[in-house]
């Protein structure tokens, strides 16, 4: 139906950045919501930054002014831009989509990707 496909993680230092990518293949028409969530070893998945169909960004405080999430809705495709990475900030990273409408179909919950390692080393 809908698959995500990230890209963009490493190893980088602390103070550099990255920038992730996600792509949803498949026949998408619309998206209502993209986001993008972390997980560290024993810790629970959080939200990172989340943008709306209308343009509405929400992120985690932690990330503010750091982390921009931005899309291409020609290409169905979302990218987290990371800037000024901490060791906090190590974690996989998940991209996720909401709200979805294909051709004939439209699904409320949310398709996850596989995600991609993110690790910041000081």
């Known amino acids: 139906q809908v698959q995500l496909v990230e890209s963009g993680g490493g190893l980088v230092q602390a103070g550099h950045s990255l920038r992730l990518s996600c792509v949803a293949s498949?026949?998408?028409?619309?998206?209502?919501?993209m986001g993008w969530y972390r997980q560290a070893p024993g810790e629970q998945r959080e939200m990172v930054a989340t943008?709306?169909?209308?343009?509405?960004?929400d992120y985690t405080d932690s990330v503010k002014g750091r982390f921009t999430i931005s899309r291409d809705q020609q290409r169905n495709a979302h990218y987290l831009q990371m800037t000024r990475l901490k060791p906090d900030d190590t974690a996989k990273y998940y991209c996720?989509?909401?709200?979805?409408?294909?051709?004939?179909?439209?699904?409320?919950?949310?398709?996850w990707g596989q995600g991609t390692q993110v690790t910041v080393s000081p």
């Open positions: 996720n989509i909401e709200g979805v409408r294909g051709s004939g179909w439209y699904e409320f919950g949310a398709f």
């Open positions: 498949g026949t998408v028409f619309s998206i209502n919501k």
């Open positions: 943008l709306t169909n209308d343009g509405i960004t």
